[in-house]
């Protein structure tokens, strides 16, 4: 057939009902498909079918019946989280609402879905709503000393290699400074927006909640612009809409945004999983250096 020939419908376009019906059927189908997952977890399915274990069965499902094997994992780390917010439900919260979640320890599952259920707009809880929940979650740290996040020793070292020597670490913890190596550096306890930052060379991870964010980078502005601080890399959330990183990206000379989202690390080993990529912000001479090296990580973008 040409492709300049328009195959002609014979079907009547749907109306409105219709296609509401149809949507319908398709939630449906992929809410029973959830149930027969969890029942046949449940009773060992894998057994009575001949395979070693469930990975292997969820394997040969997805292959048999051309379902995603990610798709199908996903509804089943949805069902064991459900069970764990309310035991013996399974179903009764949409998948999408948990995913955000499961990556979670269970204890921390249960304090994010509470508070998610507490703070939901109008007591309406969206997937945009626990996102937003589990993100404060995951970076509220540095500043409340609930949990410390670290940033990956690759990206330690290449700030180091930026930069020659860390002299200040304004945001940071004990634990942290095993990796990082400032020759100074401020702690929750310390307050670190009550000091002079008069060091040479800066590398800043702020807390990732608000209103200390915006604070952490309005104050290391102002150190670069009082010429307290000569250079600097600051790692943040790309969050272009806001306010602060406009602030940054206005005398920042280069940034790096990266390529996929870095894996912040807990003391315990166990890894963030963010829901949004990250950006490097440098500030100083050394802008060539800068983009030679973090151009490993992702792509620069030049301030012109």
Sequence with gaps: MSEDIVPIRTAPVMTSAEALDWKARISSIAHSLRLLLFEGYERRVWEALGYQHWTACLQAIAE???????????????????????????????????????????????????????????????????????????????????????????????????????????????????????TRFYTADDDGLSHAWAGHTVFLNPPYTQPLMEQFVDKLLAELQAGHTAEAILLTHNYTDTVWFHKAEAIAQHICFTKGRIRFVRADGFQASPTQGQAFFYFGPHHERFAAVFSAFGFIVQRI
């Design 64 to 182: 048999e019946h051309r379902f995603s094997e990610r798709h199908l994992w996903r509804l089943h780390a949805a069902n064991e989280t459900e069970q764990r917010l309310t035991p013996g439900s399974v179903g009764q919260i949409p998948e999408k609402y948990l995913r955000p979640i499961t990556t979670l320890q269970p204890d921390e599952q249960r304090e994010v879905w509470s508070l998610a259920v507490d703070t939901a707009p109008d007591g309406h809880v969206t997937a945009a709503h626990v996102q937003t929940v589990v993100d404060q979650h995951y970076f509220r740290v540095q500043c409340t000393g609930e949990q410390e996040w670290y940033t990956p020793q690759p990206y330690i070292d290449a700030a180091r290699q930026v930069l020659g020597t860390i002299d200040l670490d304004p945001a940071t913890s004990l634990q942290a400074q095993a990796r990082i190596q400032a």
